[in-house]
């Protein structure tokens, strides 16, 4: 099968990705509701609890940033439930045998899951005014870019975890094993450096963990934002980049390695 061909029928599984996320309108909806309504509730529940003040911070902006990628997080791992649903009615083992190869579905299906992810993080981002996050236009498309990182080493992840995966009871029972963890250790809800060491330490085979820590160095790094702030991100800014970039490197090529050995029943 030629270039042009490969890249059509990859640009096609995508497409259907996109347009299941499109078609469910109550899906749409809520991948915007809940996360800004756990933001502006819990965020400003416990800002008053706890003293973010003394460093010139609040809770709101500190939870905001890791919303921002749990929500996009969720919205990747969401999508996957298709692969799986594919695989349950057989309409993976017919992609199998067509001229596309294993590489070029399982692109299509991480480019799918990538703009959804992308998608999530444009809605969450439409809020951030809400917490005092202020963006000019050079600002705003650097945080782009990081969202459209997060979103595809997201994509990358749930696409190793789901790659084996063939009944959808089992996706959200795995879902569930996986989100809760690596949410809770990745410095989302609160700085890592109050934890024990030990969870410290889990915590940095965490991707999870890295994309929160980018993306929070996107957002503090602001003229509203006090210097002393970036003290809440676990690691600087290049680290977390180099480590993003890594991960979703190792990642992908897991995926690509373990979809292209499975064979479909």
């Known amino acids: ?23 469910n309108k109550l899906k749409l909806f809520t ?39 749990l929500s996009i997080l969720v919205a990747v791992f969401d ?3 298709s692969l799986v649903i594919d695989r349950e009615t057989g309409f993976m083992r017919e992609l199998s045998v067509s001229p596309l190869s294993k590489t070029g579905i399982a692109v299509g299906k991480i ?19 809400f917490v005092g996050i202020q963006f000019t236009i050079p600002f705003f498309l ?15 992840f749930a696409f190793f975890m789901t790659s084996t995966i063939d009944r959808v009871e089992t996706f959200s029972f795995m879902s569930q094993i996986i989100l ?23 915590s940095l085979i965490n991707p999870v963990f890295y994309f929160v820590n980018l993306t929070r160095n996107v957002l503090f790094r602001n003229p509203f934002c006090s210097s002393n702030v970036l003290g809440l991100s676990y690691y600087s800014f290049e680290f977390s980049l180099s480590m993003s970039i890594i991960m979703t490197i190792i990642f992908l090529s897991l995926a690509l390695i373990m979809f292209n050995y499975k064979k479909w029943k």
Request: glycine share 10%; with cysteine.
């Open 79 to 81: 999508s996957m439930i």
């Open 180 to 202: 809760s963890p690596t949410a809770f250790l990745s410095g989302a809800f609160f700085p890592l450096t109050s934890m024990p060491g030990w969870l410290q330490k889990i």
């Open 111 to 129: 480019l799918g899951g990538t703009s959804r992810g992308f998608i999530q993080g444009v809605l969450v981002l439409c809020v951030a005014g």
């Open 31 to 69: 991948s915007f509701f809940v996360p800004v309504f756990f933001v502006v509730v819990l965020g400003r529940g416990l800002t008053a609890m706890i003293p973010f003040s003394d460093l010139g911070f609040d809770f709101e902006k500190f939870l905001y940033s890791g919303v921002l990628v």
């Open 1 to 23: 099968m030629n270039y042009c061909s490969q890249k059509s029928g990859v640009l096609t599984i995508w497409r259907r990705e996109v347009l299941l996320f499109f078609h």
């Open 142 to 156: 650097y945080t782009l870019l990081t969202i459209i990182l997060v979103a595809f080493g997201s994509a990358c």
